[in-house]
């Protein structure tokens, strides 16, 4: 039986990941002051051990005003290195490559958590640093008619978050991570510059679409100037927002994000409305058109996420040639061994080694005594 693709190793520059397996970024809400805490490397460490080919951590701030909540993690300072490189290593040591997204919230920033109601918070709400919250966009536009007015960037502010995100990739790299992804999408910064809705700048950064561009393109060409040549780069882009950006733009923002070092594109969409994008009816796979599109216009290796849930539907994506990598968010908090377990489904043979010998050792005597265990049925009596 040939490999399936879902578990054939794939190289991305001087990085070779296991298999086609991603954790997509998602927050946890959990920082103290930017800094990591125990629940993060918990988080991190139950997708390493079970299986996948790399862990993107979760949207990671360049500056302390990007910050979307009091819970995100910070890379603004280098006091944040060690307490990441602690997490780096251990997912190291499960065999797992670790990314880390690089975000910034833009008019999007200080927010309740989610289940808190993601509302707007105040002034006198108690945060100690307050002042240092300042909220910024290209445009002073507001995200909806709940929100406050952020404050428009300066031509030269504008400069200086683009070489926050460099900053911000050097102490990724120090840290010891595999590949980081720019956070291109779902309405925050990066996404704001390249909206006709939240960028009606008048100076280079906004009016027609190359300018509108301009910013995303300065940011990946800093990251990747501060980024090993050796290690791949990621971004995530809204490659269809319904409020102004469409896949076409994706297409051709791509081509350039291609040709400024950005390996491979994770396409998602929405984010720039509160409600989901209407071309694509939530349903499974329903974001993966956009990185068959861009693979096949951009030329450019993607990445799919969206309602991806089963073993076969991802080799499938793979197999149609949708996409070069599969990734999942809340279906691997419902199943952190996910890998894993599509491994044995698919009949994977050495698939006991993906997750570590205090595990796998014994699971593996368990099926060489009960061979039909790991797929059978309640209704199989052998
Ligand atoms: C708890 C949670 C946190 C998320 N945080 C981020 C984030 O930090 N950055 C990001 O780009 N997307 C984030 N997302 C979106 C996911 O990466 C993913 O694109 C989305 O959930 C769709 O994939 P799924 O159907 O596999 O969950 C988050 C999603 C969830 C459920």
Known sequence: MSLPLLFTPLELRGLTLRNRIVVAPMHQYAAV???????????????????VGLVMMESTKVERRGCGTVGDLGLWDDAFIPHLQRIVDFVHQCGTAVGIQLGHSGRKARTGRPWEGSRPLTADMGIDDWDAWDLVAPSAIAADDKSPVPRALSTAEVREVVEAFGRAAARANAAGFDTVEIH????????????????????QYGGNEANRRRFALEV????????????????????????????????VLSRELKAVGVDVIDCSAG????????????????????AQRLREEAGIQTMAVGLIVHHDQAEQILREGKADLIALAREMLHNPNWAFDAACKMGIEDSFSLIPPAGGWWLQKRMAAMPSLMTSTHERKD
């Open 33 to 51: 002051k930017g800094f990591p805490t125990d629940w993060h490397l918990m988080n991190a460490g139950r997708y390493a051990a079970g299986g």
């Open 184 to 203: 291109g999408a779902h309405g925050f910064l990066v996404h704001e510059f390249l909206s006709p809705t939240a960028n009606q700048r008048t100076d």
């Open 220 to 251: 990946a060409e800093c990251v990747r100037a501060n980024w090993p040549q050796d290690k791949p780069l990621f971004m995530r882009l809204s490659v269809d927002d319904d409020a102004g950006w469409s896949p076409a733009d994706s297409v």
């Open 271 to 290: 984010g720039m409305l509160a409600r989901p994008v209407s071309s694509t009816p939530i349903g499974y796979g329903y974001q993966v058109p956009f």
